[in-house]
């Protein structure tokens, strides 16, 4: 019931339109970087360097960067749809942290948050991500869009939101993969030690003795980038916590 509840309000959710979007911080960054190579560029010929050794060190140069930047911070959108399977708080933060939207509020305002986000990109099944530092140089608009969230009055929707329940209403093991991706058996025999606390995996366990994770979800979350960031970022809390 709770399910139907949260995807009931998440479509009354206005779109995200204050969030500030990663790819626009990288344009401009770019933008930067290339205005800067082509700067030096033209100061090592003016020392009388050869085009020949220019040309090639401008090429390898912007080559590396493009593919650093594509290859780092492009990641996969959790569509709106899949929002609900997380059902750890600690997970929904941590997705927050990885598009670069505040970390604050109770679960269900992140995953309000959260599926803002997917429906205002739902036109890529990729999305632009930014080190929280690049976007408070580029713009204030995260700071404003979390205290907009702070100063949002007590209304009937957020009331209800709060009422519903946390808790996950079914057996997480039997419940269906991000993206769509189907729970397999092979899959799951193949898992030798849980992805988030490193224990060793019983056969034929479908949970993690040491954490309660699902190994299965965990497992094939973590073959997406932002999935292995979510479970590199989840492992390092609990090191931490230990």
Same mark, same amino acid.
């Given at each position: 019931?709770? /399910? +139907? *509840?949260?995807?009931?309000?998440?479509?009354?959710?206005?779109?995200?339109?204050?969030?500030?979007?990663?790819?626009?911080? /990288?344009?401009?960054?770019?933008?930067?970087? *290339?205005?800067?190579?082509?700067?030096?560029?033209? #100061?090592?010929?003016?020392?009388?360097?050869?085009?020949?050794?220019?040309?090639?060190?401008?090429?390898?140069?912007?080559?590396?960067? #493009?593919?650093?930047? +594509?290859?780092?911070?492009?990641?996969?959108?959790?569509?709106?749809? %899949?929002? %609900?399977?997380?059902?750890?708080?600690?997970?929904?933060?941590?997705?927050?942290?990885? +598009?670069?939207?505040?970390?604050?509020?109770?679960?269900?305002?992140?995953?309000?948050?959260?599926?803002?986000?997917?429906?205002?990109?739902?036109?890529?099944?990729?999305?632009?991500?930014?080190?929280?530092?690049? &976007?408070?140089?580029?713009?204030?608009?995260?700071?404003?869009?979390? &205290? @907009?969230?702070? @100063?949002? =009055?007590?209304?009937?929707?957020?009331?209800?939101?709060?009422?519903?329940?946390?808790?996950?209403?079914? %057996?997480?093991?039997?419940?269906?993969?991000?993206?769509?991706?189907?729970?397999?058996?092979?899959?799951?025999?193949?898992?030798?030690?849980?992805?988030?606390?490193?224990?060793?995996?019983?056969?034929?366990?479908?949970?993690?003795?040491?954490?309660?994770?699902? #190994?299965?979800? +965990?497992?094939?979350? =973590?073959?997406? &980038?932002?999935?292995?960031?979510?479970? !590199?970022?989840? !492992?390092?809390?609990?090191?931490? &916590?230990?």
């Amino acid at each position: 019931m709770s /399910w +139907y *509840v949260r995807r009931y309000f998440y479509r009354l959710a206005p779109p995200a339109s204050n969030i500030m979007r990663a790819g626009e911080v /990288w344009g401009a960054v770019t933008v930067l970087f *290339v205005s800067a190579l082509a700067t030096v560029s033209a #100061l090592l010929i003016a020392r009388g360097e050869e085009l020949s050794f220019v040309l090639p060190f401008v090429v390898v140069i912007l080559s590396i960067y #493009l593919y650093v930047v +594509y290859k780092r911070y492009r990641v996969e959108l959790v569509p709106e749809g %899949d929002l %609900d399977l997380f059902d750890d708080p600690g997970d929904l933060r941590i997705l927050c942290a990885i +598009y670069g939207l505040p970390r604050t509020g109770s679960p269900n305002w992140l995953r309000h948050r959260l599926a803002q986000f997917a429906r205002a990109n739902s036109g890529s099944s990729f999305v632009w991500v930014a080190p929280r530092s690049m &976007k408070r140089i580029a713009s204030g608009l995260e700071v404003s869009a979390e &205290k @907009e969230e702070q @100063e949002l =009055s007590e209304d009937p929707q957020e009331l209800v939101m709060r009422m519903v329940s946390d808790e996950p209403s079914d %057996d997480r093991s039997r419940r269906p993969l991000v993206w769509g991706v189907r729970r397999s058996r092979s899959r799951l025999t193949s898992i030798a030690s849980c992805p988030v606390c490193d224990s060793d995996v019983q056969e034929n366990s479908a949970v993690c003795g040491g954490c309660g994770a699902d #190994l299965e979800f +965990y497992e094939a979350l =973590s073959e997406s &980038k932002v999935g292995r960031r979510l479970v !590199a970022q989840k !492992a390092d809390g609990r090191g931490r &916590k230990v």
